[in-house]
DNA sequence: AATGTGAAGTTATAATATAACAAATTAATT
DNA sequence: AATTAATTTGTTATATTATAACTTCACATT
C-alpha cells in the first residue's frame, strides 16, 4: 500500500491524506524559518495550523476565534502579524480575489504559485507550472515589463464538483 | 504623421494619444449598452470617464470626490453600483490586487484581461494573450478543472520605470 | 395621468486591514 | 545573574473597502 504524501496526491483526490498535509506543512515551517534565522512562535505556528485545517482559504477573521479559544489575544492585529510573517517566509500565500489565505504547497521552493480555486467547495489547488510562468514572461518581456510578483487565481469549477461521484 | 490608437499604441509608449484613449472608450461604452439593451446614465458615464483620466487604476473611492463635483449623491454605493454596472458591460476591470478598477481596452471582444501593473508609475496594461490562456487553460484541464473566471495580475515594473529616459 | 420598473439617494453598517504605542518576552552582552 | 537591546505580543483606535436596506426619483409604457 503506496503512502500518500502531498506530492503525489493532490487535495481533491480521493485517497488525500490531509494529516500528511499537516504534518509536513508544520514540520517543513519549522525547516524554513530556521534556514532564514526566523523564529517560528507558538502564535504563528498556531496560525499556519488553523490555515492548514483544509485546502480552503480562510479569511483572517475565520482565525480569531480558534486563536481567542487558544489563550491568545485575539484582535486583528495578532492574525495579520502572524499571516505577514508566513507570508514573508514562504508558508501561506494570499489570495487577493477572495481577501483569504491559504497555506502554500511547496514552500522553500523559490516559485510562483498559481491557485485553481473551485468556486462550489471552495477546494483550492496551487500549481507551479512552468508553462505557465514562461508564457507570461514571454509576453511581459515583449512589452519591456520586468516581472516581480505574479497573481494567478483561477475561478472555477474542480473535477470533483464538475462530476460528483 | 500616422495618427495614435489604443491598437497600435499602448499606454506607456511615448506618443500615446489619451484622448483618443478616451473618446474611443465612451463611444465604445455606448455602443455596448445599447447592445446589451443597457442605458448609459449620466453617473454610469461619469464614472467610466473619470476611470479612464489614465491608464493607472484608481480606488472606488478616489472617484467619490468627482462625482460630488459633478452635483451627484457621493455616497459609496453610488460609485459601487456605477462600477458593477461598468464590470457587468465588460466595460471595467476590477483589479483584485490593488482594490482598484480600471478601464478595459478591449470591450465587447469576449476576452480574459491579464494585467502588467507598473508598482512605479502605477501604469497598467491589459493583454489578451492567447498564450496565457492557453497554457492556463491546459494546466486546469490537466487536473479536471474547469475554468471559469481568470485573474492574472502582474506586478513589476514597466519600460519606462525600468530605463528611464 | 396611472402604473410599473429600474436607477439614484440616503443612512447605516459590514468586512478587511493597519497605525501607534505599551507591555512582555527573548536574545545578546556585560 | 543583571543589563541592555531587539523582537514579539497586547491593546486601543481607526482606516479602508464594500454592501444592506429602504426611500425617493425618473422615465417608459400603458
Request: glycine content about 8%; some cysteine.
Amino acid at each position: 500500500m503506496p503512502q500518500n504524501n502531498a506530492a503525489n496526491n493532490i487535495a481533491y483526490q480521493s485517497g488525500h491524506d490531509h494529516n500528511h498535509c499537516i504534518s509536513s506543512a508544520m514540520l517543513e515551517a519549522q525547516s524554513v524559518c530556521k534556514g532564514n534565522g526566523q523564529r517560528l512562535t507558538k502564535i504563528r505556528e498556531l496560525v499556519l495550523q488553523l490555515i492548514w485545517q483544509s485546502h480552503k482559504p480562510l479569511g483572517a477573521y475565520d482565525l480569531l476565534p480558534a486563536i481567542a479559544e487558544a489563550g491568545f489575544n485575539s484582535a486583528p492585529p495578532t492574525v495579520y502579524r502572524a499571516l505577514d510573517f508566513l507570508q514573508e517566509q514562504g508558508l501561506v500565500h494570499r489570495l487577493a480575489s477572495l481577501n483569504a489565505f491559504i497555506g502554500c504547497s511547496h514552500p522553500g521552493e523559490h516559485h510562483n504559485g498559481y491557485f485553481l480555486i473551485c468556486k462550489d467547495c471552495g477546494i483550492t489547488v496551487e500549481l507551479a507550472s512552468e508553462e505557465i510562468q514562461q508564457s507570461i514572461s514571454r509576453c511581459a518581456t515583449r512589452q519591456g515589463f520586468a516581472v516581480e510578483q505574479e497573481n494567478v487565481e483561477i475561478l472555477g469549477c474542480c473535477t470533483n464538483c464538475v462530476a460528483p461521484a
